[in-house]
């Protein structure tokens, strides 16, 4: 059943991809497509969303302030979102959010790289990483891009429906189309905690501007790889971002060169523990002490018998069962006078344990 709804947020995902891309670029004249635009770089920006995550239904707030000159930028950014206290990963905790700062370089109209660090708080736990990534600008209107993130940071118990949850280091590359009237997609391949749980996942984002500082769009991504305790991540979210501030206008590929990707929130995986079967402790052989006494009649009349070892319970037989009698529950005792010992006949004690295993011990008179 978990597979199945997993299945239908991949497909949902998709599907509302696919219809925002066909509204955005049949809603507007094609020769549209071809007039060049001037779209605000901010620098500050603030985005409103909803949506779903984690099967939780969520709304969130986005802020970044993204400060370009020619030599280095500085990219500060926030998240916060609440969550759906009832269902999913909201019933462990119903806000989540973070931080973080990111530098970058552009060549202009060539690439860009960049370098940045962030924490999260999820499940009332702090997860951080940090990440390096570029973009090359392949033609006028693409981008090729890619990013790498290195876990800072141990696993984190969390309470709720799962025992662990970590950040762990992710891999992504994709591509971003841009249209020179604003209209943008980007579609990327990650790889979370590559080399050891290889969780792989899509991630896309359409949108369009609709004036030079308000943007609309739809962003969504989700993990397509099943792994028995693992929780599957996924997330979905129309939007509204809105770019204000005396920041310069460029084209829509030159705003995405500057700002497109350079921020980045830790990959966390929430998991099930894996449980260590129950440690089983070797036993030792059944045996009984003594393993042989001498008694002098009737002048002697008690033997006392300790099994140890096996597995219990144990049964205390004799040679002489009148003789015998059962003590506690490693202990038996031999009388000589239900068995009238004086006639000098040698005795057996017999001891078994649950699996049939049996040690014996002899009681030799002294005459």
Aim: glycine fraction near 10%; proline fraction near 4%.
């Amino acid at each position: 059943m978990r597979r199945l709804f997993a299945d239908k947020r991949i497909f949902m995902n998709a599907a509302l991809l696919a219809m925002f891309f066909a509204f955005a670029l049949f809603s507007c004249p094609w020769d549209a497509l071809s007039e060049e635009r001037q779209i605000n770089s901010g620098p500050h920006s603030i985005t409103i969303r909803g949506g779903g995550v984690d099967d939780s239904a969520a709304v969130g707030l986005d802020a970044r302030e993204d400060l370009l000159n020619p030599f280095l930028n500085l990219h500060l950014f926030g998240t916060f979102d609440m969550l759906d206290a009832g269902k999913g990963i909201g019933k462990v905790a119903n806000q989540k959010g973070g931080a973080g700062f990111a530098l970058s370089h552009t060549y202009p109209k060539r690439a860009n790289v960049f370098a940045g660090t962030a924490v999260f708080n999820e499940g009332g736990e702090f997860f951080e990483h940090a990440y390096v990534g570029g973009k090359i600008k392949a033609a006028d209107y693409a981008l090729i891009s890619g990013s790498y993130g290195f876990h800072i940071g141990t696993q984190m118990k969390i309470p709720g429906q799962y025992d662990v949850a970590e950040s762990v280091d992710w891999g992504k590359l994709g591509i971003v189309l841009v249209a020179q009237n604003g209209f943008k997609t980007n579609f990327y391949y990650y790889m979370a905690d590559p080399g050891s749980r290889n969780i792989s996942g899509i991630e896309g984002e359409v949108s369009y501007p609709v004036t030079s500082a308000t943007t609309v769009g739809l962003t969504g991504s989700s993990d397509i790889s099943e792994k028995s305790n693992v929780d599957r991540n996924w997330r979905s979210f129309l939007y509204v971002a809105y770019a204000f501030g005396e920041g310069a206008k460029g084209s829509p590929i030159d705003i995405a060169l500057d700002k497109n990707n350079p921020v980045a929130y830790p990959k966390v995986i929430r998991f099930t523990s894996a449980v260590a079967p129950a440690a089983t402790t070797a036993t030792s052989a059944l045996s009984i002490s003594p393993t042989a006494t001498t008694n002098s009649g009737c002048s002697a009349p008690a033997s006392v018998f300790t099994a140890s070892g096996g597995t219990g319970p144990y049964t205390w037989s004799s040679s002489a069962p009148l003789a015998l009698s059962v003590l506690n529950a490693t202990q038996a005792q031999w009388y000589d006078g239900g068995d009238n010992y004086c006639s000098g006949a040698t005795r057996t004690v017999t001891v078994q344990d649950s699996v049939g295993a049996t040690a014996t011990a002899t009681i030799t008179p002294l005459l």
